[in-house]
């Protein structure tokens, strides 16, 4: 992506763990059917693999060796764009916001945004903003709230499956989770880290 000066980038960081748990649940909530007629890939010829379980998905994903530049969705790719982020995030139009802080503070946060973006919003108007943007009122209106217009989900309302932190971690053991610590401190900067793997929120 180009960074242009006429453009603001806010980018959304998240404990890795609990992306990969939510990008896990995800996958499984696509209808891949649908995404065919969309991208119109050759037909498969075989079956499609069994999906492993979650937490053995979320163990090979931690280890697995994969391009940032190709595998964007992987440990490496998303350390790759978060550390880009985060050493941009000095400049004028990049705006890094923790999803822990967005839930634990929403208000606070969506004010930070208008205000870095420009937008003057009346007073009367924040209650209603506010509560339209929390989670389990875009979970209420599921239908119309998920960004889904091409209809490759299986289940809107699932698509708000959780909204809290602390999923991957759970299903780990702590040799795992020290195991993922190892791993992702070769793979960005420690002080981006210690923002990123904050305990805030964490149910």
């Known amino acids: 992506m180009p960074i242009d000066p006429r453009a603001s980038y806010v980018v959304v960081a998240r404990h890795p763990l609990d992306m990969a748990v939510s990008l896990y649940h995800q996958g499984n909530n696509i209808d891949r059917e ?13 079956p499609p693999r069994p999906r492993m379980p979650v937490l053995e998905w979320l163990l090979d994903w931690i280890d697995r060796e994969d391009d940032p530049r190709l595998e964007l969705d992987s440990l490496p790719g998303v ?8 050493s941009r995030r000095h400049e004028a139009n990049i705006l890094l916001v ?21 937008f003057d919003v009346p007073e009367p108007a924040w209650p209603a903003l506010v509560v339209g943007a929390s989670f389990a009122d875009m ?16 289940d809107r309302a699932a698509f708000f499956r959780r909204g809290t ?6 299903l780990l053991t702590a040799d795992e989770v020290a195991h993922y610590e190892t791993r992702v401190t070769d793979l ?16």
């Open 165 to 170: 932190s602390g999923a991957g971690r759970e």
């Open 98 to 118: 923790h999803y822990d802080d967005l839930s634990s503070d929403l208000e606070g946060q969506m004010r930070r945004l208008a205000r870095r973006l420009g």
């Open 34 to 46: 649908r995404l065919r007629q969309l991208t119109a890939p050759p037909e498969p010829t075989t």
């Open 139 to 154: 979970r209420a209106r599921a239908q119309e709230a998920a960004p889904d217009p091409s209809g490759v989900l299986k």
């Open 188 to 203: 960005a900067p420690a002080d981006l880290l210690a923002w990123l793997h904050r305990d805030r929120g964490r149910s």
């Open 79 to 86: 350390m790759h764009h978060l550390t880009n982020a985060w």
